[in-house]
């Protein structure tokens, strides 16, 4: 199927998917599908093939393909809202550094020091300034726009360091009521969740990154 669903609207689409769903379950073969929607990738396929410059870049299942991609341009093509993207460096000790901040992270020195990590918006927090803004790994972010989505809501802001950058933050039910509640131009603390952050290289290939912890991260912090 060559990207059958695209000329219909958004309601029809979202019921046909269903129907090859449980069409392909009744009939018992394999269907190959192909589509530039990742919706349609991520909620109706078994196993995705990535293709980018004309070659399979990675094959997986959608849970593999989206919280372990192998390259930057995947990560950054699955998921809605897309996924956050910020340069990075490290120390001589190969200890990771985002916009000026210590992350428990280290990865080999043989990935050079032309970094960025990635991360997806449900695994950054915010804290109000005044909470724990003060803690060592966190960035400084201001408030642009808050999207209220009915069960959750999705929070746009810009970097104190770096204006132009902006970040997603996806917010459950359990915040939802104070994220609503946040000011255009407020300042919060951002805190990613540990061992969330994905490392690309220069080229946009994933570097292995290990997790510090403990009197490891506690030194990172303070150096």
């Known amino acids: 199927m060559d990207e059958p669903l695209s000329s219909l609207d958004a309601a029809l689409r979202t019921e046909l998917r269903v129907e090859l769903v449980e069409l392909q379950r009744r009939l018992g073969v394999s269907f190959l599908y192909v589509t530039h929607d990742q919706t ?55 200890r990771l550094i985002v916009l000026g901040q210590f992350q428990p992270l280290r990865v080999p020195n043989s990935a050079g020091s032309d970094l960025v990590i990635a991360i997806r918006p449900e695994h950054l927090e915010y804290r109000r300034i005044g909470q724990d803004a003060a803690a060592p790994d966190n960035l400084v972010g201001s408030v642009r726009h808050v999207e209220h989505l009915g069960h959750e809501a999705m929070i746009q802001l810009s970097l104190a360091t770096q204006p132009n950058l902006t970040l ?56």
Do not use: C
């Open 40 to 94: 349609e990738a991520m909620t109706m396929a078994d196993r995705i093939a990535v293709m980018l410059n004309g070659r399979v870049a990675q094959i997986g299942t959608p849970s593999q393909i989206y919280g372990d991609p192998r390259h930057l341009d995947i990560a950054k093509f699955i998921g809605t809202p897309a996924i956050n993207v910020l340069p990075a460096t490290t120390d001589s000790d190969g």
């Open 168 to 223: 997603s933050v996806r917010v459950g039910q359990a915040r939802l009521h104070d994220a609503l509640s946040l000011a255009p131009q407020e300042q919060v603390a951002l805190h990613m969740a540990m061992g969330a952050p994905l490392v690309f290289d220069g080229a946009g290939d994933r570097v292995p990154a290990i997790v510090m912890i403990g009197h490891e991260a506690g030194r990172a912090a303070a150096s």
